[in-house]
């Protein structure tokens, strides 16, 4: 919120005579009491003569394009020979016998804007009068600044310290909880407990802290007018009051204009802006009505759904039936707690005026400001809470003031519905502050600290505490704490680290999702980090049957992008999307891998237990049941080229056979044995996926994608991907000693025929067991396809690594294992010697 040091200062002042701070001092009070700035700026200098004048002549010169004045202007001595001051101006917003604020020659206005007498308009023009914009108040006004007959005593003074020119604007960080602070009455509020003063509170005795005087608004005699508050709204409060016979054409005074201004709310007229005034001072937000255009009683009640209603801004909108809406007997006249509307809007023939103050429902207001993207400072502070006490001062202090700014008399009558909802009182020892931050205070610190900040405070030791109306945040005894604390001082905590628990670092698991990252990356694969959404129409575009597992996808309620509304089951969507991104920016070679956590549903809803106590064992195995089941997935995708083209040779395309190997990588990371096998499986090519098992379960599947999902989705030809569920693998912490042997290996090698049909893992598998336990590794280096193998045929040679741990093997021991593999790959699939 933004609100002036002078303002801030004014209302502390009000009990505490003589007070004073720097800026620098008041930002610093209102961090100690948990309250951040976005830092303070004072307002623009202006040197030289800037005095007080009053217009004492005004010749309208018609013979230009636009109009202009030539105004004869009193500035007492303060030119040096006390004759009037010769000066054009362009504004038409003053009138003869304004006092206005003048800038003679030799002056500099904010943005170096120097003031010399020169001629303009065939006349001489010696000063200018300026406005608000050009003093630095505000970025733009319609016309000059124009003083009451208050200054007269003033007439060619220094006019700096007269308008609040001196004067630094705040930028307070008020966070969602506390909405009491935005206003001038709750930041001040604080700026007492920063520096330890007492506070009058503007609400409770407004002609004491602003010296109003009150007594022109008469005590209720009767009621206003019929109001019918429908229960369905979920309104609080409502209340109205009327001044009638207002000067229409009466404007603000600068000094109420200049505090709108520097806390970046523009001046209209004098109706609304004493209620906007008001809601800054008391943070009660209020609307003012054109009386003679409401038509009848007032109806508060909920929108029906598709009505349509014009707002202030002049758009037209379409209401939901959640909606809020204030109507007379012609219509709607205001969408309650976020803007009111165009028919009964002030204007400068009104002459009767309807305040009206109410309490809405925090939830709807923030609801219907959202729902129509209108968010005004009026719903802000409904959103975060108002004080139902305070309806009826902000009714009555909007009167005195607008009758003091516009004149008119202020009606008798007064239409006020609902009741303050009283605060329940919260239990709390008088201890319990203390032992959360560590620190002693003493009973009487808690209490005079809860009591600083409004609170009623019975008993001792355990106390029961009341808070304040304008407290809405405090609801629970750690509210409480957090009051005591921060405004003890939150610097003063001491800072203890824990001590840590002694342990092995990293559970098996973390250790596995560790090795597997790790591995990846130093295969060549960058990591992303894909996000948890996807698109709502994925797997459509895939072409994934009804009843696929991965359409089980978790519905978002309020999705940050309302085309990606569900929560994936698969890492592949966004990882494919990063490769389209990529290529689109021109880098056609890459390989990314995504180690992260999906969603698949268990439930379509979830119970709601009572909040009145806690659940039972039932309970919450119930509701831990219906939570969405959430896996450890890991996922590589990769197109292009995996060896480039260069002095060493040919380059080398990402193959179906490069994403098998990825899923080995990870196998190996994660210390587990893994089979392949042919498999069909969107989103990949029939004839190019391997299924990835373990232990005859099937955890992933990896190769080259479909080329039709390719083409829909916008990628390269033959990209490939990988994907396993992790968390289905098996996990076993271990911690195995290492094997060395002092003795030489020995290497044969031994090529195999078999059909085409047969796959080359399953021919390694049966090496590997026919071969016994004298192997020490199976490796697949050559496939050969000829015609002398026979149609339908292929070979595949193998390296065969043989090592014993006691002794050196020769060479006849060796063969008879490498004869028995090929007799049991005979017997299994087919395979004979290749000569």
């Known amino acids: 919120m933004l609100i002036s040091q002078n303002w801030v200062t004014s209302l502390v002042r009000a009990n505490n005579e003589g007070w004073k701070a720097s800026e ?45 004045r030539y105004c004869q202007v009193n500035v007492g001595t303060a ?27 030799g002056a500099e206005l904010p943005g170096g804007f120097k003031i010399a007498a020169r001629e303009t308009y065939d006349h001489i023009s010696n000063g ?95 009621s206003l007018i019929d109001i019918d508050l429908r229960e369905e709204t979920q309104a609080v409060r409502f209340g109205l009051r009327k001044v009638s016979g207002i000067d229409p054409h009466a404007r603000s005074p600068f000094w109420l204009e200049r505090e709108l201004m520097l806390s ?17 001072l008391m943070g009660t937000p209020m609307h003012a009505f054109d009386a003679q255009a409401v038509q009848g009683n007032l109806v508060v009640r909920n929108a029906q759904a598709g009505e349509k209603f014009e707002t202030l801004d002049h758009v037209e909108r379409t209401l939901d039936a959640e909606d809020v809406v204030i109507c007379d007997e012609s219509g709607i006249q205001s ?20 305040f009206e103050s109410a309490i809405w429902d925090p939830i709807r207001v923030a609801r219907t400001s959202r729902r129509h993207k209108l968010s005004s400072e009026a719903s802000r502070r409904f959103e975060r809470g108002v004080d139902a006490a305070v309806v009826e001062v902000a009714l009555d202090y909007a009167c005195a003031l607008l009758v003091d700014v516009a004149g008119g008399t202020v009606e008798p009558g007064r239409t006020l519905i609902g009741s303050v909802p009283a605060p329940a009182a919260i239990s709390i020892s008088a201890e319990k502050p203390g032992r959360y931050a560590g620190v002693q205070y003493s009973e009487e610190t808690v209490i005079s600290r809860l009591q600083e900040v409004g609170c009623t405070v019975e008993g001792s030791q355990e106390l029961s505490v009341t808070p304040p109306t304008w407290r809405t945040d405090i609801t629970m005894d750690v509210d409480l704490i957090e009051e005591v604390l921060r405004l003890e001082g939150l610097e003063d905590i001491p800072t203890i680290l824990p001590t840590p628990r002694g342990g092995r670092g990293l559970s098996p698991a973390q250790k596995r999702r560790r090795a597997i990252g790790h591995g990846l990356a130093y295969a060549g694969y960058a990591e992303i980090l894909p996000s948890p959404f996807i698109a709502n129409d ?16 978790v519905g978002v309620q309020n999705p940050l992008e309302a085309d990606k509304a569900v929560l994936g089951t698969t890492l592949l969507p966004n990882m494919l999307e990063a490769i389209e991104r990529n290529v689109a920016r021109g880098r056609r070679d890459l390989s990314l891998f995504g180690l992260q956590q999906v969603s698949f549903q268990r439930a379509e809803t979830s119970p709601m237990p009572s909040v009145a106590g806690r659940p039972s064992e039932s309970e919450l195995a119930e509701l831990l049941d219906s939570l969405p089941e959430q896996p450890l997935h890991v996922a590589t995708v990769a197109a292009g080229k995996v060896e480039f083209e260069g002095p060493w040779g040919q380059g080398r395309e990402y193959t179906f056979a490069d994403a098998i190997e990825s899923a080995r990588l990870v196998a190996r990371a994660a210390g587990v044995e893994i089979e392949l096998s042919a498999a069909e499986e969107l989103p990949w090519h029939p004839g190019r996926c391997a299924a990835i098992s373990v232990q005859g379960k099937t955890v992933g599947y990896a190769g080259e994608l479909h ?17 396993i569920d992790v968390t289905a693998l098996p996990l076993e912490e271990s911690f195995p000693a290492p094997v060395l042997s002092a003795f030489p290996a020995l290497h044969q090698d031994i090529a195999l025929v078999v059909d085409e049909v047969v796959p080359a893992e399953e021919v390694r598998r049966v090496i590997a067991e026919g071969a016994g336990d004298l192997l020490e590794d199976v490796r697949l280096f050559d496939i050969f396809r000829g015609e002398q193998l026979g149609a339908g045929k292929k070979s595949l040679a193998f390296e065969l690594v043989f090592r014993a741990a006691d002794r050196t093997l020769t060479d006849e021991e060796v063969n008879e294992h490498r004869l028995a593999a090929a007799e049991l790959a005979q017997e299994r699939v087919g395979a004979h010697m290749r000569a």
């Open 24 to 68: 620098q001092e008041l930002d610093s009070g209102f961090v100690r009491v948990g309250f951040e700035t976005e830092g303070f700026q004072a307002l623009p200098e202006t040197t030289g003569p800037l005095v007080i004048g009053k217009v004492e002549e005004v010749e309208e010169l018609t013979q230009f394009k636009k109009p202009i």
């Open 79 to 105: 030119n040096g020979t006390g004759e009037l001051q010769g000066i054009i101006c362009g504004a038409r917003n003053f009138r003869l016998n304004d006092f206005v604020v003048v800038a003679l020659p």
């Open 128 to 222: 200018m009068l300026c406005s608000a914009a050009e003093l630095g108040f505000t970025d733009k006004s319609d016309g000059i600044i124009t003083l009451g007959q208050e200054f007269t005593p003033h007439l060619g003074e220094d006019a700096r310290p007269l308008i609040g020119l001196e004067d630094t604007v705040f930028d307070v960080n008020v966070t969602p909880d506390r909405g009491y602070a935005l206003s001038a009455r709750g930041l001040s509020r604080e700026v007492a407990s920063a520096f330890d003063l007492d506070f009058a509170d503007p609400a409770l005795a407004p002609a004491t802290v602003t010296g109003l005087d009150m007594s022109r608004v008469p005590q209720p005699q009767s």
């Open 264 to 280: 970046g709310i523009r001046p209209v007229n004098a109706a609304t802006d004493v209620t906007n005034y008001v809601m800054l």
């Open 335 to 354: 969408l309650a707690g976020v803007m009111g509307g165009t028919q009964t809007e002030i204007s400068d023939q009104t002459v009767d005026v309807y």
């Open 538 to 553: 994925t797997f459509d575009v895939w072409g994934l049957a009804k009843d696929d597992p991965r359409r089980r996808a």
């Open 707 to 723: 080329p039709q999902v390719l083409e829909r989705l916008g990628l390269p030809a033959r990209t490939c991907a990988m994907e």
